[in-house]
């Protein structure tokens, strides 16, 4: 062979690797139809850091069978905005997945497909233990939103909660 064949060898085999990588799905944070989008928002839209907004910190924890966020509640005003500090108080990674019960329900179960998806969504996160990190969610949509860790096992050991979005 000579050398521009080489050459043209291997250059058609690096585009071929390129186009398949820049192809292959998603597995942070897409996966498609399987429940797992995070284009739109059940309980709002991420935040505006230039605008007012009330902190609450929510703590992670588990122990003797259970596990839990403190507060397991939060009521917030419809438009409000809220930055969630999230720590992580336990021994085990958690999450913390704000959206409806509906598609937390079904992202549980790709979870279950796929117990190591890592997420850093504009609605959730996933931190190891003593890990830190902040949420900053604007409540547009009134309802009763959830959020849950959606590790297997964690939301059924009663890691999950409630926020109310009240009328103004």
């Keep these: ?4 064949y080489i050459r043209l060898g291997r250059s058609l085999f690096l585009a ?4 398949a990588a820049m192809s292959a799905p ?3 944070a897409e996966p498609g139809e399987q429940g797992h989008s995070h284009k ?8 505006d850091p ?22 397991s509640s939060v009521t917030v005003k419809l ?15 958690h999450e913390f997945m704000l959206d409806s019960d509906e598609k937390n329900a079904k992202h549980r179960v790709a979870m279950q497909k796929n117990p190591e998806m890592e997420h850093d969504d504009p609605n959730g996160r996933r931190l190891k233990p003593a890990g830190t990190s902040e949420i900053l969610w604007k ?11 959606l590790i297997p096992g964690h939301s059924e050991a009663g890691m999950k909660g409630l926020v109310v979005v009240s009328a103004k």
């Design 16 to 19: 071929a690797g390129l186009l």
């Design 79 to 93: 438009g409000e905005q809220v930055k969630f500090v999230l720590i992580n108080k336990g021994s085990l990674d």
């Design 139 to 149: 409540f547009s949509k009134p309802g009763t939103f959830e959020f849950a860790c």
């Design 50 to 71: 230039t605008k007012p907004f009330r902190v609450i910190d929510v703590a992670m924890t588990e122990g003797d069978g259970k596990m839990g966020y403190d507060p």
């Design 26 to 28: 998603h597995v942070l």
């Design 40 to 47: 739109a928002f059940a309980a709002g839209e991420p935040g």
């Design 1 to 4: 062979m000579t050398k521009s």
